[in-house]
């Protein structure tokens, strides 16, 4: 899994414009990709998936991209809006494991 | 909603006592999971099942322990808590290689 730190990375951007956030996973094994969005006192909620064969995949205002050289995925949200605001996380399950690695989350405010 | 609920949603118990967190799905999904969320480390797999009666353990399996008698509950019984113990634990459901989805989350206080 990934190392953690004691204090969530955040990203600020203002309403209206677009928001990246990156996750680096570990497993080059891993073949199936989630992002999910978490706001304050409630349990994560699914944004978007993507497979290992795949490097791209749309969803309505987010895309997420796939970088398996680099064992990269980083999740684009157009337009933000403050109900944007939240932690964003991407998961990993590597074949055949069953389990799912989390990472630790980006934070995401949005300025108004 | 995923047609899952946890119980109880908030319990505050001491040091020493037993505890059991309840996850009920109607969603008829093979794989639940207990994760236990805590600040600075994200999310950590407690225990898994794959099906009735069929557990395995996550990486933090150590002072808890899981029973899954039918489809529909997986229940995370703490078997003497700790304060260590105090967190926020989420069950999850699934079929693998999909999305899990997760429940709202039960938030305990160890004292």
């Known amino acids: 899994g990934e190392s953690v730190g004691l204090h969530l990375p955040t990203l600020s951007v203002q309403e209206g414009d677009n928001s990246i956030i990156n996750c680096a996973y570990s497993n080059s094994a891993s073949d199936y990709f989630i992002w999910y969005k978490q706001e304050s006192g409630k349990g994560p909620q699914f944004i978007i998936d993507?497979?290992?064969?795949?490097d791209k995949r749309q969803g309505q205002r987010v895309t997420v991209l796939l970088n398996k050289t680099v064992k990269h995925l980083s999740l684009q949200i157009a337009a933000t809006q403050p109900g944007d605001s939240a932690v964003y996380f991407c998961a990993e399950e590597g074949s055949g494991t069953y389990k799912y690695i989390f990472g630790t989350g980006t934070r995401l405010k949005v300025l108004a | 909603d995923a047609g899952i609920t946890q119980s109880p949603r908030h319990k505050v118990t001491e040091t020493g006592t037993p505890v059991t967190l309840r996850c009920h799905q109607t969603?008829?999904?093979?794989?639940m999971y207990w994760y236990r969320q805590d600040p600075g480390h994200g999310l950590r797999l407690i225990h898994y099942s794959y099906g009735v009666k069929d557990t395995d353990k996550g990486e933090v399996s150590d002072g808890y322990s899981v029973s899954r008698s039918k489809t529909e509950d997986f229940l995370l019984t703490l078997e003497s808590a700790t304060s260590s113990q105090t967190s926020v634990y989420f069950c999850?459901?699934?079929?693998?290689?999909?999305?899990?989805?997760f429940g709202e989350g039960s938030w305990l206080t160890v004292v």
């Open positions: 999850a459901i699934g079929e693998v290689g999909n999305t899990i989805y």
């Open positions: 993507i497979r290992s064969n795949m």
């Open positions: 969603e008829n999904h093979r794989y």
